[in-house]
């Protein structure tokens, strides 16, 4: 059964920082992966996808990379703002078909 | 359009109460999911409907009743909650097959039972 680990829990930075956050999958036979964006009590915005077959996406200023063969992706938040400060999903679909496996998620606050 | 559109977007019911919460989509996507989030924890597959039938369901007591309609629509019954099943219920849809199946969510229902 897939397994999905979000590394760190939580994170506060000051305003300006560039940041990782790491996804971590025990099974490589993976379909693709999303990183979501989620508000307190609100639904799930899609940020990236990567196909299997796709090193990284980019979009503005995020970055999200996947090494599949290593079971990680990662999410760069460049030049961070206060607007970021949200939780971060990621997800990945197997190739079996329709399971999307989420991980814990990373909370995310950035100071001004 | 990559909306995904859930309502109610605040539901109370009592124990005994039937009620039903709805989500509509129109980006011709043909899964369709019904998600459970219960606070500061990830998001918990419920059921998968692929191409109007339901494909997956993960064990979800039967109190709740999911239903496909048609292509757009996606509803889950719900009858004889308990407290416990408070939670936000998170809609999503996607497309099938080879190719992007990028998952779009709606905003959520949140669902107090008294």
């Known amino acids: 059964k897939q397994e999905v680990t979000q590394i760190p829990a939580a994170l506060s930075v000051p305003e300006g920082e560039n940041l990782v956050l790491n996804c971590s999958f025990t099974?490589?036979?993976?379909?693709?992966l999303q990183w979501f964006r989620q508000d307190p009590g609100k639904g799930l915005t899609s940020l990236l996808l990567?196909?299997?077959?796709?090193r990284e996406q980019t979009s503005g200023r995020l970055n999200a990379s996947l090494d599949k063969s290593s079971g990680r992706s990662t999410l760069y938040i460049a030049a961070s703002q206060p607007g970021d400060s949200a939780t971060y999903l990621c997800?990945?679909?197997?190739?079996?078909?329709?399971?999307?496996?989420f991980g814990g998620g990373t909370r995310l606050m950035v100071k001004p | 359009d990559t909306e995904v559109t859930q309502t109610p977007k605040h539901l109370v019911m009592g124990m005994t109460n039937k009620k039903s919460l709805k989500c509509e989509q129109h980006?011709?996507?043909?899964?369709m999911y019904w998600y459970k989030q219960k606070a500061k924890k990830p998001p918990e597959l419920m059921f998968v409907?692929?191409?109007?039938?339901?494909?997956i369901n993960e064990s979800v007591p039967s109190r709740f009743s999911p239903e496909c309609p048609n292509s757009s629509l996606l509803n889950l019954h719900l009858h004889a909650l308990q407290p416990e099943d408070s939670a936000l219920y998170l809609c999503?849809?996607?497309?099938?097959?080879?190719?992007?199946?990028?998952?779009?969510f709606g905003q959520g229902t949140r669902l107090t039972v008294v």
């Open positions: 999503a849809s996607s497309q099938e097959g080879v190719g992007s199946t990028e998952a779009f």
């Open positions: 980006m011709g996507h043909r899964a």
């Open positions: 990567i196909q299997s077959s796709q």
């Open positions: 409907y692929s191409y109007e039938k339901l494909s």
């Open positions: 099974d490589s036979a993976i379909y693709n």
């Open positions: 997800a990945v679909r197997d190739n079996a078909g329709n399971m999307l496996t």
